[in-house]
C-alpha cells in the first residue's frame, strides 16, 4: 500500500505543474490523508476509501489534487481552493483528464462547487464539513475530525 501511495505521488507531479496559479495559503500546503471504513459488504468484503488532498503552493509546480482510491472508487480531481481565516474551501476544477464528467460521463460536481471545507479549531485539530462531497456509508456525519495533515 505504502508503494503505491508513493506511485501515486509521483504521477501526480507532473498534473500540477499544469494547474492554474490560485492563491495558495502556505499554512496549508502539504499532503492530507482520510482512511475511510465503511464496514464489509455482504460478501465480506471490505468497503474502504483513502481520500488524499495535496496542497502544493500556487504558480508553475503548485495546486490542488484530490485523490479517492478504494472500494468501487477510483478518481482523481484537479480542485482549486480558497482560504477564509482558519477555513479552506476546496472546489471541484476538473478531473484529471481535463474533462468536467466522470469516466463514465456523468457530471457528478460543477466547476467551482465546493467539496468540503477544512477549518482549524483551536483544541479540536482539523475539521471537515462536507458539501458536494459525501463518503458513502451509514455512520459519516457532515461534520468532524476526519482528515489529517501527514506532511
Known amino acids: 500500500m505504502r508503494i503505491t501511495t508513493i506511485q ?7 498534473l500540477l505543474a499544469t494547474l492554474p496559479a490560485q492563491a495558495m495559503a502556505p499554512e496549508w500546503q502539504g499532503r492530507y490523508r482520510y482512511e475511510h471504513d465503511a464496514g464489509l459488504t455482504e460478501g465480506g468484503s471490505s468497503v474502504h476509501v483513502t481520500y488524499e488532498l495535496a496542497l502544493g503552493p500556487a504558480g508553475a509546480r503548485g495546486g490542488c489534487l484530490f ?7 477510483d478518481e482523481r480531481i484537479v480542485c482549486q481552493t480558497r482560504a477564509e481565516g482558519p477555513n479552506l474551501t476546496v472546489n471541484f476544477h476538473r478531473y484529471e483528464d481535463g474533462r468536467t464528467v466522470n469516466k463514465y460521463g456523468v457530471a457528478v460536481y ?8 477544512l477549518s482549524r479549531a483551536d483544541g479540536a485539530g482539523l475539521l471537515t464539513r462536507w458539501q458536494a462531497l459525501e463518503p458513502d456509508g451509514e455512520s459519516v456525519s457532515q461534520n468532524g475530525a476526519f482528515f489529517s495533515k501527514v506532511r
Open 67 to 73: 485523490t479517492a482510491r478504494g472500494f468501487q472508487t
Open 8 to 14: 501515486a505521488c509521483l504521477a501526480a507531479m507532473p
Open 110 to 117: 460543477k466547476p467551482g462547487e465546493p467539496l468540503f471545507t
